[in-house]
């Protein structure tokens, strides 16, 4: 009787030792989705500007999306840039929109201040 005791005790001990990692597993993977949930940025914007059928003789508006922290970003920038010199003046409605990616550590934060300096009238703050 005593053994059958033991192996119940044992048996109960290394139940309580499975609960207790699976439920360590659970909240390390609960922090892991809410930690990719907060990476995630609010979603794209529809273009304000709906396609049109008929031609038109204003500038054409480009709007584009970039990240302050993403070298790819700074590239396309300064592509941007040579454009809009070729394009000429009023040719081209160039509007730029801060996002943050997921994958660059502090980007959302980067955009936030690049977006609240521009909405504080702070302009031209981007050294790229």
Known sequence: MESVVK???????????????????????????????????????????????????????????LDLLCPDSRDTWRDLQKLERECGAGKLDLVV?????????????ASQVGNGAHNSGIRNTVAW
């Open 7 to 65: 192996k119940i005790g044992i048996y109960f001990k290394l139940w309580r030792l499975a609960a207790t990692i699976l439920i360590a597993m659970a909240a390390f993977l609960g922090l892991c989705l809410l930690a990719t949930w907060m990476q995630v940025t609010e979603s794209v914007r529809p273009a304000s500007h709906p396609p049109r059928d008929t031609a038109h003789s204003g500038p054409v508006r480009l709007e584009v999306f």
């Open 97 to 109: 929109r801060l996002t943050a990616l997921p994958y660059h550590r502090w980007s959302y934060l």
